[in-house]
């Protein structure tokens, strides 16, 4: 049986364990949700980075809500880490173990493989196998219909989304985090139905939607009947435990 074990830190910032392997997603909020610092109050400890399993840290992209330059202070505590990073995230400083990568690369790390996919914003998603686990993070690949925006901007918007999720059919992906933006109203499910409809991930964890987690329960119900495991986060620090 495999396992993965999880923690949602904050909008699309979370952090996945498998047997020998942490990853670490769009981390940037590092003020806990209370007064320790730890995976259950939204932060990464320093015991985490000090870990003596593999470290690899991704951003998707360079929007504030993505990324915080902080991350690089990690490969003091721990020279080992390796960064993941869409080619619009700026690096300052010298480190040994960075990688850049733009829209349909691949990168091999070991047991690691990672491959980038499109977005419909800034930067690229991420596909990730390790161990036979496939695991899909979208950065801010999502379906972005705004009320606000004119219906020619918003059917441009809806084509590319379509055409970014053509480019992934062929992927079989067991855990996808992807968009669930309150902010879109009563479009807020779009992107996410969609994905679901063509991708068929076995668990679906939705991210993106601030501190409104009771975003994630309203998109369960609405999908209910899909086939595939929406995953409800209650909280800042929730933890998520997948077993295949």
Not at 74 to 100: C, E, H, Q
Not at 138 to 151: P, T, V
Request: aromatic letters at 18%.
């Amino acid at each position: 049986m495999k396992s993965v074990n999880i923690y949602y830190l904050y909008n699309s910032g979370f952090y996945l364990e498998t047997e020998g392997n942490i990853f670490i997603f769009d981390y940037f909020y590092d003020k806990p949700y209370g007064h320790a610092r730890a995976l259950n109050t939204g932060v990464i400890p320093e015991e985490v980075i000090k870990s003596n399993k593999k470290i690899y840290v991704f951003v998707s992209h360079n929007h504030s809500d993505h990324f915080n330059p902080l991350i690089f202070d990690w490969a003091n505590m721990n020279p080992k880490i390796r960064y993941i990073l869409s080619s619009d995230v700026k690096v300052n400083g010298i480190f040994n173990k960075y990688y850049t990568l733009n829209i349909n690369e691949t990168r091999r790390f070991d047991d690691l493989y990672v491959k980038a996919y499109g977005s419909t914003d800034e930067g690229i998603s991420f596909l990730i196998n390790v161990n036979g686990i496939t695991i899909f993070h979208a950065g801010d690949l999502n379906w972005w219909h705004w009320k606000e925006d004119s219906d020619d901007d918003n059917l441009r918007a809806e084509e590319w989304f379509k055409r970014e999720i053509l480019n992934l059919k062929s992927e079989r992906i067991d855990i996808a985090f992807f968009p669930v933006d309150p902010r879109q109203e009563e479009y807020y499910y779009i992107g996410g139905e969609y994905f679901i409809n063509n991708i068929k991930p076995k668990f679906f964890i939705p991210m993106h939607f601030g501190n409104t987690s009771g975003i994630t329960h309203k998109f369960s119900i609405h999908m209910q009947n899909c086939g595939t495991k929406i995953i409800e986060i209650d909280k800042r620090g929730c933890n998520i435990k997948i077993e295949f």
